[in-house]
């Protein structure tokens, strides 16, 4: 509490700083916030926080910037024996010097600072400042400064955040409540320096007060591009000038070395007849007849004549053919103008789970929908009253329940692994002749190189993407990934540790878990429906006891984003793959059904709304089940709460199944018609990349931004909209750049067809 009350006399101090001030606008803002009774969040009385605020309103400007300056002047000794550079300490006399002058720039130095402005009553803690003007800021200083002669700068304008921690216990996904405030210092200062000067003037000015933890962290202007950074760069630029040399070698052989045989148009008019014998490739009669008919007995016929065997020395051909070898077909698999038809194409092949489609796209969506939420929290000013207000809202909870979406593709991948896998079982005649390790290399060939290739390019660089007061100049990964890039690699990162290399990739690590024991289900199946079924159902069985104790033993609430620790609840329960199998597991017997029945099967229409309303019943108690409106969960036992938690993603992902089945086998109606449409098709193509760069995306915005959002529906709207075409857009580039140029390599050197 004591460090409530001084964060903001300090903050409300910063006012003070501004030139010409008005004082009687400061005493009508007191006025008014006296008047507040408590704060709306939290229960905190106005009066604790306001109560130290009165006298400083009352003085002047130049009464606020003497005390500034004379508190700063005593701490500059008390600074020099806590370890700060004494660089750092010279120019901070300075910046007081010429404050105590009203030099230009030392008052654009205190503008830059971060100052509160509405909403403190709402929580509204993160007072960002004026990052460029600070940067721009060049401090004066004379030989002579009576006669302002002799200028030179010693130093430039450095911004830095001071943070202050207001309480320990973790709020929910927003952690500890802190508040921070943007700072304007000598370039010349480091964090340490920076950190000592809060704290030092902290104490002048809070005597006999406990102080909270508070640190600063500070943006270098330049960061140094290392090794790694220039390592990834070249590579990168091997990859861009390959694919533009396969690009141009592709155009060359498409339109000047693959011509077609051709007639020579000179010719056709005069090839009606020839040695007696009618051509009917170029009649034209009364009726029209195309190309290749002629009319008999008011029929059309096909009798195409050889005109190069009637008449040899009366066409000519051109026979240029040119056959790459397999250097440019390799070569080849890097082309963008191979590769793009192939992404935007929206033909399949016959047999093939159209539906799919959509619902690839639509969980991706979902998922880009929830992350807009999730990333970005943490730059809305308004956050601790905008995301309260939504959770009170019915219609919010497929929003907060957005974890669901993952569990779609579980579903999904169990689905066609097990289709498509039973399908090659019965064509190469059983276990013992299928290609394990192929099988094998073709799941890891699909997802490693462009997910590899990203992470590669992506961590070691993205701190020079961007500047500002959020951007992370450090990198959003720890340590850049330097310990822990071998666990993606090996598909085990959501085992490791909890602090993993792109912390989104807990799902492929998921999924590539799954699918390395999936023979386990896969061959009983093959050979014995209930051997399968027994197999399916005791690892379902599994899933449910460990999630259930999992959530019990570490008191997970039923939405975990509501239990007393996210972090725990994220590591335990929503990362591990012994807690989220059951999805995939509920895909694949899905899988087995299609196969078995080759998606046919008869169904009156009663069981079809019978098995549709369980299934819209069963995702509606998922997504809505726990909505309160209070925005709070219902009291629930830690039994049911666990109960949940073991069965809540497998009852979501039978109601997935469901709307696939029906589909596939002809009883979805107009759901089928949507999810089938062509045109999701390339989008559906998209949706792995899609989901690899997207949170690098929407990093990239949130963090480089130079101030607060305010954040409401519509702005949110505009958010998810731009995100979601972003991601597609850039998806689209990674997958022609590191997707599919894998895949045409593999089909090159292993003669591998893509099944699906």
């Not at 993407?465 to 951007?471: K, R, Y």
Request: glycine share 8%; hydrophobic share 45%; with cysteine.
């Amino acid at each position: 509490m004591h460090a409530a009350k001084w964060f903001n006399i300090l903050a409300l101090l910063q006012v003070g700083f501004a030139q010409d001030l008005d004082v009687g606008y400061l005493k009508i803002l007191q006025d008014g916030l006296i008047n507040v009774g408590t704060m709306q969040q939290g229960g905190i009385p106005g009066a604790n926080i306001l109560s130290l605020i009165g006298p400083l309103l009352q003085q002047n400007q130049d009464l606020i910037i003497n005390y500034a300056s004379d508190t700063l002047t005593e701490s500059l000794d008390e600074a020099s024996r806590n370890y700060t550079s004494a660089l750092c300490l010279n120019h901070t006399e300075l910046f007081i010097k010429a404050l105590f002058r009203r030099e230009n720039w030392a008052l654009r130095m205190i503008d830059a600072f971060g100052k509160p402005g509405p909403g403190l009553m709402d929580y509204s803690l993160k007072f960002v400042g004026n990052f460029d003007e600070c940067i721009a800021i060049q401090a004066d200083r004379y030989t002579d400064p009576a006669k302002k002669q002799g200028l030179d700068h010693p130093y430039t304008g450095k911004y830095c955040t001071g943070h202050v921690q207001l309480s320990k216990d973790s709020s929910g996904v927003t952690g500890p409540l802190e508040a921070s405030i943007g700072m304007c210092l000598p370039d010349s200062c480091s964090d340490a320096d920076g950190s000592t000067l809060m704290n030092i003037v902290a104490l002048k000015l809070f005597k006999n007060m406990s102080l909270p933890t508070i640190y600063a962290t500070c943006q270098e202007k330049s960061i140094e591009f290392t090794d790694k950074a220039l390592a990834v760069s070249i590579v990168g630029a091997i990859f861009a000038a390959i694919i533009i040399l396969a690009t141009a070698y592709d155009v060359i052989i498409q339109h000047f070395l693959q011509k077609q045989p051709k007639l020579y148009e000179k010719d056709k008019c005069d090839l009606t007849y020839a040695n007696g014998i009618q051509n009917n490739a170029f009649t034209i009669t009364e009726e029209k007849i195309s190309n290749g008919d002629s009319l008999k007995n008011g029929n059309v016929t096909k009798d195409f004549k050889d005109i190069e065997k009637t008449m040899p020395n009366a066409i000519s051909f051109e026979k240029t053919s040119y056959k790459p070898g397999i250097l440019g077909k390799l070569l080849l698999s890097f082309s963008v103008y191979t590769n793009a038809p192939k992404i935007l194409n929206t033909s399949q092949p016959k047999g093939t789970l159209t539906c799919v489609n959509g619902i690839r796209f639509i969980g991706t969506t979902w998922v880009i929908l929830g992350h807009t939420y999730r990333i970005g929290f943490t730059t809305a000013g308004n956050a601790a009253t905008y995301f309260p207000a939504l959770t009170k809202r019915f219609t919010f909870q497929a929003i907060m329940n957005a974890t669901f979406s993952v569990d779609t593709f579980f579903v999904l991948s169990g689905l066609l692994v097990s289709y498509l896998s039973l399908k090659e079982l019965k064509k190469r005649g059983g276990a013992l002749k299928f290609n394990w390790l192929l099988f094998y290399f073709h799941r890891y060939w699909r997802l490693t190189p462009p997910y590899m290739l990203l992470l590669m390019l992506y961590v070691p660089t993205f701190k020079y993407w961007a500047s500002g007061p959020l951007w992370p100049q450090k990198g959003i990964d720890v340590n850049e990934c330097e310990d822990s890039w071998w666990t993606n690699m090996l598909y085990i990162n959501n085992l490791y540790k909890s602090d993993q290399c792109m912390g989104w990739s807990w799902y492929l690590a998921n999924d590539m878990q799954f699918y390395v024991i999936s023979p386990l289900m896969l061959i009983p199946l093959f050979y014995s429906p209930i051997a399968g079924a027994v197999v399916c159902f005791a690892l379902l069985l599994g899933t449910f006891i460990c999630a259930g104790l999992v959530a019990s033993h570490y008191d997970i609430a039923a939405n975990m984003m509501f239990s007393k620790d996210v972090g725990v609840a994220m590591d335990k329960m929503y990362y591990k793959p012994w807690t989220r199998v059951g999805p995939y597991i509920v895909g694949f017997f899905l899988g087995y059904i299609l196969y078995k029945t080759e998606c046919k099967v008869k169904m009156s229409k009663l069981l079809n709304l019978v098995g549709w309303a369980i299934a819209t019943a069963m995702a509606v108690s998922v997504l809505y089940g726990l909505y309160t409106p209070e925005g709070n969960l219902p009291d629930l036992s830690k039994g049911v709460s666990a109960l949940y938690n073991a069965t809540s993603r497998t009852a979501w992902g039978i109601s997935v199944a469901w709307v696939i089945f029906a589909c596939a086998t002809g009883y979805g109606g107009p759901v089928n018609s949507l999810l089938s449409w062509r045109g999701i098709i390339p989008l559906s193509r998209l949706t792995y990349c899609a989901y690899l760069v997207h949170p690098i995306v929407m990093s990239l915005y949130f963090y480089s931004r130079k101030t607060m959002m305010y954040w409401y529906d519509l702005n949110l709207i505009y958010l998810f909209l731009g995100h979601l075409c972003i991601s597609y857009a850039a998806a689209f580039v990674i997958s022609l750049a590191f997707e599919s140029p894998m895949m045409g390599l593999e089909k090159v050197l292993l003669g591998r067809k893509k099944n699906s």
